[in-house]
C-alpha cells in the first residue's frame, strides 16, 4: 500500500479522498490554486502546495505543475478525484512516465472511452445493447440527416467526445435538423475543441440509470450494482438513488453483466461507471462509460458498507478486489441530493458569495468502510469541501455539498432527506435547497414515476409563485430585532426600547419585505411582550427563550420556533422547514429620505450623535449627509430628504437623543 499520495484535485472530492486515506495511514498532499489558500481540503492534509493562479487552466489543470509536486514531495501516486485531469488519458500516461501510480484506469481505456462514437462501436463487438443510431465518422450535413430519417424522430445530436450536458440537442422533425446540427457542432467545438457529433433515437420519457463496476490487475471485475440518475435539469444530475425503484434482480443482473463486459472490453481497471438509458418497458441501452469515481458514489457506499475510494487505493496498489460479486449485497436504500449555491427561479444560474451562515443537519450513524451502524434506523452523510465563511468563487463548481441519507427502505430514505433539507440552512448566497426539498415531497418522484423530464414536466409544482411571509415568520424576525435592542440598551437608559411613554405605549410599524411583496408588522408594547398585528391579526408576542439566533416565541399562546439570522438588511427566518428571506427598511439607515413633515426631522429610534456634518443655514441637495447617529452598535448617516436648507441644529456631538426627538430643523426648497 502507499504510505504518501498526491490529490489532484479540490472541493468536496479532495476532501473524500483525503478522509479514506487518513483512516489508512496513508499521508496525503493538496494542491491548491490561490483562490483556495484557505480552503477545507488544504487544512484535511497532511502537506499543501501553491500551484498557480485561480483559473482552472492555470492551476487544476497543469499536469506538468502536479507531477513535479508529486515528485518533490515524495507522493507514490496521484487521486485525480473527478472533473479535471481524471479522465485525461496523456495525464494517466504522463504519471507512469514519471514513475508515478495514476490512481485510475490505464489509459487505453480512458482513451477507448473518450470517443462516445468509438465507444459504441466497440460496445457493439461486445453485444452490449446500443439504442439505434448513426456512430460513424461520416460527417457530412446532408449525410447525417438521411440518418437521422431512417432512424425516425425525435432523434438525440451528441458531441462525440462531449459530457455535462453539453453538446447536445432534440430534433423532434427533418425540417429543425440542419439548425440543431450547426448549433450541436458549434457547441461541440467551443467546449471540447472536436465537433464531431452521433446521432441517436431519442427516447420519451427515459431514465438514466448507470452502473457502478470495479476491476483489477488481476483481471477481475464486479458490478456495484445500480444507482437511478434520472431526475437532471439541463442534461445535470440533481438527485440520485440506489438501488433504483422498480429494478428486478433479473434486470439487475443483465445491466450488471453488461456493465462489466464494457469494462473487459477495453482492458478496464478501477472504478467506473457504465451508463445506460433505459426505457419505461425495461431495455436498456449503453450511453457511455465515465472512467472515474463518480460524484453520486457515495450512495452506493451506503447501500453496500463498502469505501470506493478505499478499493481504488488498493487496486491501484495491486491488490485483488477485496470483494468477488456473490459477497456482494444490498442493504436499504439511499439517496443523495447535490447542494448547490445556484438559483432555480433564475435558471440555475450558479451564485458566488460567502457562506455567512452555514448549518447542517448532524451526520449520524455512517462510518466509512463499515457502512450504516447496525440496528440503527437512519443514517445522513454528508460529504463537504467548504465551511461556514468560505466563500463560492466564479472559478469552480459552485458545489457546496452533497447531502446523502439511508433507510431501510425507499419511503424511509424519502422522509429522513426530506427532513435533513429542512435542517440545511445557508445564508450569503442562492442555494437549490428549498427547491431539492419541493422536489424530494413532489407526488413524481415521491411515488418513484421517474424520468429525465420529470423536473420540466412538473415545473409548475416544482417552480411556485412567491408566497407572503405569514405572520410567525415576520413575528420571528421582529422577536430577533428586538431582542438585540433590548441587548443594546441593557447598560444604557437613554437607549432604553422598551417603549415606555408617559401618556401610553409606542406603536411601531415594523417594515419587511419579501418577494410576494411589501409586509408591514405593528408592534406594540406591552407589559408581558409586544402586540404584533398583521394582515387583521393581533397576537399577543412573547419572547421564550434566545440562542444565538435560535428563538422560541409565543403568539396568543401558540408556540413558534425558528433561527434568524441577520446579514445586512435582510433577515433570514428558518421555521417549519423552510427559508423565508426578509428585507428589513431600517429606518435609522433611512432616516430622511422619505421624511421632511414640516421640515422635522427626526431620530426613529435612541442613539448618540457622532458626527455632524452639516451647518446652520447651509443650503444642501437632497441625499447629502447631515449627521451621523449611533445606535445598537452601528453607525447611521441621516440624510437630507431634498434640496433644502439646515435651518438649526437641535444636537451636538456626543449628545444622547430619545426616538422621535427632532433632529434638526430643515427647510425644504
Request: proline residues 5%; negative net charge.
Amino acid at each position: 500500500m502507499f504510505t504518501k499520495i498526491l490529490i489532484a484535485n479540490r472541493g468536496e472530492i479532495a476532501c473524500r479522498v483525503a478522509a479514506t486515506a487518513h483512516r489508512l495511514g496513508i499521508k496525503t498532499v493538496a494542491v491548491y490554486s490561490e483562490a483556495d489558500a484557505n480552503a477545507k481540503h488544504v487544512a484535511v492534509c497532511d502537506e499543501s502546495v501553491l500551484i498557480g493562479p485561480a483559473p482552472a487552466k492555470e492551476s487544476y489543470l497543469r499536469a506538468d505543475k502536479i507531477i513535479e509536486v508529486a515528485l518533490a514531495t515524495g507522493a507514490q501516486a496521484i487521486h485525480p478525484g473527478y472533473g479535471f485531469l481524471s479522465e485525461n488519458e496523456d495525464f494517466a500516461e504522463a504519471c507512469a512516465k514519471a514513475g508515478l501510480v495514476f490512481i485510475g484506469p490505464p489509459a487505453s481505456a480512458i482513451r477507448a472511452m473518450g470517443s462516445k462514437s468509438a465507444a459504441k462501436a466497440l460496445m457493439e463487438t461486445a453485444d452490449v445493447p446500443l439504442v439505434p443510431g448513426y456512430h460513424g465518422d461520416n460527417q457530412d450535413a446532408s449525410f447525417l440527416q438521411q440518418q437521422a430519417d431512417r432512424i425516425g424522430y425525435p432523434v438525440l445530436l451528441k458531441a462525440s467526445a462531449g459530457g455535462g450536458g453539453k453538446g447536445m440537442r432534440i430534433v423532434e422533425k427533418s425540417e429543425d435538423f440542419k439548425a440543431a446540427l450547426d448549433s450541436c457542432k458549434r457547441e461541440a467545438i467551443n467546449s471540447f475543441g472536436d465537433d464531431k457529433v452521433l446521432v441517436e433515437k431519442y427516447l420519451t420519457r427515459p431514465r438514466h440509470i448507470e452502473i457502478q463496476v470495479f476491476a483489477d490487475t488481476r483481471g477481475n471485475c464486479v458490478y456495484l450494482f445500480e444507482r437511478d440518475c434520472s431526475v437532471q435539469r439541463r442534461h445535470q444530475k440533481v438527485l440520485e438513488e440506489a438501488p433504483a425503484p422498480g429494478m428486478t434482480p433479473e434486470r439487475r443482473r443483465a445491466m450488471g453483466e453488461a456493465a462489466v463486459a464494457a469494462a473487459k472490453a477495453v482492458g478496464y481497471v478501477g472504478a467506473g461507471t457504465v451508463e445506460f438509458i433505459a426505457n419505461q418497458d425495461g431495455s436498456f441501452y449503453f450511453m457511455e462509460m465515465n472512467t472515474r469515481l463518480q460524484v453520486e458514489h457515495p450512495v452506493t457506499e451506503m447501500i453496500t458498507g463498502l469505501d470506493l475510494v478505499e478499493w481504488q487505493l488498493r487496486v491501484a496498489a495491486g491488490e485483488p478486489l477485496p470483494k468477488k460479486q456473490d459477497a456482494l449485497r444490498i442493504h436499504g436504500h439511499a439517496l443523495e441530493a447535490r447542494i448547490y449555491a445556484e438559483n432555480p427561479e433564475k435558471g440555475f444560474l450558479p451564485s458566488i458569495g460567502t457562506l455567512r451562515h452555514l448549518h447542517t443537519p448532524p451526520a449520524v450513524n455512517f462510518e466509512l468502510g463499515k457502512g450504516v451502524a447496525e440496528g440503527r434506523p437512519a443514517a445522513i452523510r454528508i460529504d463537504s469541501g467548504v465551511r461556514a465563511g468560505d466563500a463560492i468563487s466564479p472559478f469552480y463548481d459552485p458545489m457546496i455539498a452533497k447531502l446523502i441519507v439511508w433507510g431501510e427502505d425507499r419511503a424511509e430514505a424519502l422522509a429522513h432527506m426530506s427532513q435533513a433539507l429542512a435542517d440545511y440552512q445557508v445564508v450569503g448566497l442562492a442555494t437549490n435547497v428549498a427547491f431539492l426539498k419541493r422536489l424530494v415531497e413532489s407526488g413524481p418522484f415521491s411515488q418513484a414515476d421517474l424520468d429525465t423530464g420529470l423536473i420540466e414536466r412538473n415545473r409548475d409544482a416544482l417552480f411556485p409563485a412567491p408566497q407572503a411571509a405569514t405572520l410567525p415568520v415576520l413575528a420571528l424576525a421582529a422577536a430577533s430585532l428586538l431582542a438585540a435592542e433590548r441587548h443594546s440598551a441593557a447598560n444604557d437608559p437613554w437607549a432604553d426600547t422598551s417603549g415606555w411613554r408617559m401618556n401610553g405605549q409606542l406603536v411601531r410599524s415594523l417594515d419587511f419585505g419579501d418577494d410576494a411583496g411589501r409586509h408591514l408588522l405593528r408592534i406594540g408594547y406591552a407589559r408581558d411582550g409586544w402586540r404584533a398585528g398583521y394582515d387583521g391579526r393581533d397576537a399577543l408576542m412573547t419572547l421564550v427563550a434566545e440562542d444565538g439566533g435560535q428563538l422560541v416565541i409565543k403568539l396568543d399562546g401558540a408556540t413558534v420556533r425558528g433561527t434568524v439570522v441577520r446579514d445586512g438588511d435582510k433577515f433570514h427566518v428558518f421555521t417549519g422547514g423552510a427559508h423565508y428571506p426578509l428585507d428589513y427598511n431600517d429606518p435609522l439607515a433611512h432616516a430622511g429620505e422619505a421624511e421632511a413633515e414640516g421640515g422635522r426631522l427626526t431620530a426613529p429610534m435612541p442613539g448618540k450623535i457622532v458626527a455632524v456634518l452639516a451647518e446652520k443655514g447651509s443650503t444642501v441637495e437632497k441625499g447629502t449627509p447631515l449627521l451621523i447617529m449611533e445606535a445598537m452598535k452601528m453607525e447611521h448617516t441621516i440624510a437630507a430628504p431634498a434640496n433644502g436648507t439646515v435651518e438649526d441644529l437641535l444636537y451636538a456631538v456626543g449628545d444622547q437623543v430619545a426616538e422621535g426627538a427632532q433632529l434638526l430643523a430643515f427647510k425644504a426648497a
